[in-house]
Protein backbone atom coordinates (compact mmCIF):
# COMPACT_ATOMS: atom_id res chain seq x y z
CA UNK A 1 0.00 0.00 0.00
CA UNK A 2 2.75 2.77 0.88
CA UNK A 3 4.78 1.33 -2.03
CA UNK A 4 2.34 1.98 -4.32
CA UNK A 5 1.37 5.47 -2.66
CA UNK A 6 4.97 6.16 -3.18
CA UNK A 7 5.09 5.39 -6.67
CA UNK A 8 2.11 7.61 -7.34
CA UNK A 9 3.72 10.52 -5.82
CA UNK A 10 6.57 10.07 -7.86
CA UNK A 11 5.34 10.11 -10.54
CA UNK A 12 3.19 13.02 -9.96
CA UNK A 13 6.15 14.80 -9.20
CA UNK A 14 8.04 14.54 -12.13
CA UNK A 15 4.62 15.49 -14.42
CA UNK A 16 4.74 18.68 -12.58
CA UNK A 17 8.55 18.88 -13.13
CA UNK A 18 8.17 18.31 -16.51
CA UNK A 19 5.15 20.90 -17.49
CA UNK A 20 5.82 24.43 -16.23
CA UNK A 21 2.22 24.89 -16.81
CA UNK A 22 1.33 22.86 -14.38
CA UNK A 23 3.88 23.98 -11.34
CA UNK A 24 2.37 27.72 -12.46
CA UNK A 25 -1.55 26.63 -12.15
CA UNK A 26 -0.43 24.95 -8.64
CA UNK A 27 0.86 28.32 -7.07
CA UNK A 28 -0.65 31.00 -8.98
CA UNK A 29 -5.04 29.43 -9.13
CA UNK A 30 -5.10 29.32 -5.47
CA UNK A 31 -3.41 32.92 -4.92
CA UNK A 32 -6.27 33.91 -7.52
CA UNK A 33 -9.14 32.34 -5.61
CA UNK A 34 -7.80 33.66 -2.33
CA UNK A 35 -7.69 37.69 -3.41
CA UNK A 36 -10.71 37.25 -5.51
CA UNK A 37 -12.89 35.24 -2.74
CA UNK A 38 -11.79 36.78 -0.01
CA UNK A 39 -13.31 40.12 -0.93
CA UNK A 40 -16.60 38.27 -2.20
CA UNK A 41 -17.41 37.01 0.65
CA UNK A 42 -18.24 39.03 4.03
CA UNK A 43 -20.00 38.80 7.16
CA UNK A 44 -20.46 42.48 7.82
CA UNK A 45 -24.03 43.56 8.02
CA UNK A 46 -24.67 46.84 5.84
CA UNK A 47 -28.20 47.28 6.31
CA UNK A 48 -30.81 45.47 8.20
CA UNK A 49 -34.73 45.62 8.32
CA UNK A 50 -35.40 45.77 12.12
CA UNK A 51 -38.86 45.43 14.05
CA UNK A 52 -39.31 46.35 17.21
CA UNK A 53 -41.37 44.94 20.07
CA UNK A 54 -41.33 47.01 22.93
CA UNK A 55 -43.06 45.30 25.92
CA UNK A 56 -41.67 48.11 28.61
CA UNK A 57 -41.93 51.80 26.72
CA UNK A 58 -39.46 53.25 29.27
CA UNK A 59 -36.88 55.71 28.26
CA UNK A 60 -34.57 53.00 28.53
CA UNK A 61 -35.75 51.06 25.74
CA UNK A 62 -36.11 53.89 23.52
CA UNK A 63 -32.77 54.84 23.59
CA UNK A 64 -31.68 51.46 22.92
CA UNK A 65 -33.70 51.72 19.64
CA UNK A 66 -31.97 54.87 19.10
CA UNK A 67 -28.96 53.26 19.45
CA UNK A 68 -29.33 50.85 16.99
CA UNK A 69 -30.76 53.25 14.77
CA UNK A 70 -27.84 55.34 14.87
CA UNK A 71 -25.61 53.10 13.92
CA UNK A 72 -27.11 53.41 10.58
CA UNK A 73 -27.40 49.55 9.84
CA UNK A 74 -30.57 49.06 11.22
CA UNK A 75 -33.76 50.60 9.44
CA UNK A 76 -36.98 50.45 12.24
CA UNK A 77 -39.58 49.07 9.88
CA UNK A 78 -42.61 48.38 12.44
CA UNK A 79 -42.86 48.92 16.33
CA UNK A 80 -45.01 47.24 18.37
CA UNK A 81 -46.09 46.08 21.73
CA UNK A 82 -46.78 42.26 20.80
CA UNK A 83 -44.57 39.56 19.09
CA UNK A 84 -47.13 38.62 16.77
CA UNK A 85 -46.90 41.09 14.07
CA UNK A 86 -43.25 41.12 14.27
CA UNK A 87 -43.09 37.34 14.00
CA UNK A 88 -45.48 37.95 10.88
CA UNK A 89 -43.15 40.67 9.63
CA UNK A 90 -40.37 38.00 9.86
CA UNK A 91 -42.12 35.02 8.18
CA UNK A 92 -43.01 37.77 5.32
CA UNK A 93 -40.03 39.18 4.49
CA UNK A 94 -40.89 42.62 5.97
CA UNK A 95 -38.22 42.65 8.65
CA UNK A 96 -34.96 40.59 8.35
CA UNK A 97 -34.77 40.99 12.73
CA UNK A 98 -36.80 41.43 15.69
CA UNK A 99 -35.26 43.24 18.71
CA UNK A 100 -37.71 42.22 21.56
CA UNK A 101 -37.62 44.14 24.75
CA UNK A 102 -38.89 42.67 27.72
CA UNK A 103 -41.36 44.67 30.24
CA UNK A 104 -38.97 45.47 33.19
CA UNK A 105 -36.15 45.93 30.94
CA UNK A 106 -35.71 49.26 32.65
CA UNK A 107 -36.17 48.22 36.30
CA UNK A 108 -33.80 45.15 35.60
CA UNK A 109 -31.04 47.52 34.58
CA UNK A 110 -30.55 49.18 37.97
Do not use: C, H
Amino acid sequence: MLRSLRVLLLKEFLQIRRDPVILGLLFIMPLLQLVVLANAATFEVKTSRLWVVDQDRSAASGALVQRFTATGRFDVVGYTMTADPGDEALLDGAASAVLVIPSNFARDLQ
